[in-house]
């Protein structure tokens, strides 16, 4: 009764895996696991499971990790315990091993757990595709950018968009990866700097000394000499505080139509950080859902298979929000849906307001000034023209 059905011959699966909700990073850390039971909480209370199909994910295995991984990290990190004692507020430990136990990247219970959890998801997604047997595939649980071979990074340990694409790679030429969350996509960027076969496009707030990682600018193409094929491939956006909805539109339509033309991709891996909306609590834009979800409706009208990833999103609330309806866009029931969130919605005095798009004033009570001006945007979309003219098919 709910009127969403499941849409003819176009089939989205849903990859998730209760377990990995259930891990908890600290009382104070932002990254919250619990976010994607509150955003599944939603997707279900819309009736949405009906139009998909649902999976219950596996565990990636370590050979699966070891894919992209170093066989050092995945060892340690399979056998380092929690500490007893928590160490105070700063990371100031001289000597982290491989970058765990800092306060970005603590170590919890079950935390190799945890992290296979969100790489078993991404790979069953990406099998769901390769096989050809979903058109859009969704792990909310994965899109962990910043995790690199042998090195754990801002809340992130295993990088399973990274071992989802190389997956992707047995099946498909070419693969383009798009990256909406708030952060740099680094860790995804420097697996592929030296293959042709797949294109990073990351949008980010980009301030060398202020904001997480710091990597990302315009010029930053990835390594350019005559032998690299990579050398081209990767396009980054970098964005100042307070962007909207309509700039990002602009942005992201001109230039992944323009990359869609020249690369001529054949799957596509859209990462969903949902730390780009307004009102995250380590974000800076003032992206609405509707923003955000306009990029995914862009992706999926490129008619290429897609994989969506979670990511970044650390005002729950607003993580939900964002995740339900993009989820609806990719069933293709968006127009059915009501802005009035279900009554029968758990937790909804979680979500302050009861609309599944409130305003910027209600989110934010004052937007957030705006410091992307629009020569600025113009100059970005330049560099990327300029830049694809290396890049062919
Ligand atoms: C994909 N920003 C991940 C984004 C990773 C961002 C950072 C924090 C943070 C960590 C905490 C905490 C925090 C309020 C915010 C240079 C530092 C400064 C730690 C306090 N509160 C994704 C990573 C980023 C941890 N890291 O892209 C425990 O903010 O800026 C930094 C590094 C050193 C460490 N300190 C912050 O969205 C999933 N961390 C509270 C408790
Ligand atoms: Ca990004
Ligand atoms: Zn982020």
Same mark, same amino acid.
Request: glycine share 12%; aromatic share 24%.
């Given at each position: 009764e709910s009127g969403i059905t499941r849409p003819k011959g176009y089939n989205v699966s849903f990859h998730c895996n209760p377990e990995m909700e259930k891990h908890h990073f600290g009382v104070t850390h932002p990254m919250k696991p619990w976010r994607l039971t509150l955003s599944k909480s939603l997707i279900y209370s819309y009736g949405m499971s009906f139009a998909m199909d649902n999976y219950v994910s596996r565990a990636a295995t370590y050979e699966e990790l070891a894919d992209f991984h170093s066989t050092d990290y995945l060892d340690f990190l399979g056998t380092v315990l929690p500490e007893p004692v928590p160490r105070d507020v700063e990371n100031q430990n001289p000597d982290l091993k491989f970058n765990l136990g800092g306060s970005d990247c603590p170590l919890f219970e079950g935390l190799y757990d945890y992290c296979s959890m969100s790489a078993g998801s991404a790979l069953d997604a990406a099998r769901k595709i390769c096989a050809k047997q979903s058109d859009i595939a969704i792990a909310w649980g994965g899109g962990l950018h910043h995790a690199k071979k042998a090195e754990a990074s801002g809340f992130c340990y295993i990088n399973d968009i990274v071992i989802a694409i190389l997956e992707l790679l047995r099946h498909h030429p070419r693969v383009l990866y798009i990256d909406i969350d708030v952060h740099h996509g680094d860790g995804v960027e420097e697996a592929f700097f030296s293959t042709d076969r797949v294109m990073t496009v990351s949008f980010h707030k980009y301030? /060398? @000394? @202020? $904001? $997480? /990682?710091?990597t990302g600018a315009l010029d930053d193409n990835g390594p350019k000499n005559e032998q690299n094929p990579g050398a081209h491939h990767a396009v980054n956006v970098p964005l100042n505080d307070g962007i909207t909805d309509e700039q990002y539109d602009m942005l992201f339509n001109t230039i992944i139509s323009r990359i869609v033309e020249k690369f001529r991709p054949s799957a596509v891996a859209l990462q969903c950080g949902a730390d780009s909306l307004a009102g995250d609590r380590l974000g800076r834009f003032n992206l609405q859902v509707q923003g955000h979800g306009a990029c995914v409706e862009f992706c999926k009208r490129m008619n290429l298979p897609l994989i969506l990833f979670g990511g970044g999103g650390y005002t729950p609330r607003n993580v939900a929000r964002a995740w339900t309806y993009e989820t609806s866009i990719a069933i293709g029931c968006q127009d059915k849906i009501s802005d009035v969130l279900p009554q029968h919605t758990p937790w909804r005095d979680q979500f302050r307001q009861e609309t599944l798009f409130p305003t910027l004033e209600q989110i934010l009570g004052e937007p957030r000034q705006n410091k992307n001006p629009p020569k600025r945007l113009q100059e970005i979309v330049n560099h990327v023209s300029e830049q694809l003219r290396f890049v062919q098919a």
């Open positions: 301030d /060398p @000394n @202020n $904001f $997480f /990682p710091g």
